[in-house]
């Protein structure tokens, strides 16, 4: 199955994405992580989206189709894949059509106020990318349960780029939301719950497709 986990940031697609991917049996592909370790390897492509999510803008749709592209055709996806942060435009969706099959989307609902709540309070893993925040907080502070690594605050958690990137995802991403309504692929799914809560929803969403 190929899925999309769709919604404004920090509506916890990343932990979805990790119950979906073990669900399903498929692999979890972020465009954000996928930018983030090219830049960390001083990828000059990865370097240049950097300078725009950094920011909290939109990386340009030539560049971050352009990665995608080289992302999907990968052997681990061929199975299937939840995609999560792509596409953010029309333009994208539309590009995306010409690359997969979509069988699913995903559209996890949150309010605002809930949305920069939680990102203020996330912290990462710098070791294994574990993420904590409101709804889990680490057995000891600072340190990772998982791995025992450090936990920090990412450069684009801050009020200030979560308020920019709401602006710009009401502007500029929602309406691939009509979009994919229209194609007959979407599931509106309720942020605000608990995660197990959250997670329950989409399976229903998945094996019955009731939940538009």
Known sequence: MNLILFGPPMTGKG???EFISE???INH??????FRGLAEENDKEGLMAKGYWGKGDLVPDSLTIKLLKKEINKEKYKKGFVLD?????????????????IDKVINIVSGDDTIIKRTVLRRLCSNCQKIYGTNLQPKKQGICDKCGGKLIQRQDDTEEIIKNRLKIYREQTEPVINFYKKEGLLSNINGEQLPEKVFKDIKKAINDGKNN
């Open 23 to 25: 669900y399903l049996h």
């Open 15 to 17: 932990t979805q994405a």
């Open 85 to 101: 942060g792509f596409p953010r435009t029309l333009n994208q969706a539309k590009e995306l059509k010409k690359i997969a099959r």
């Open 29 to 34: 592909l972020s465009t954000g992580n996928m």
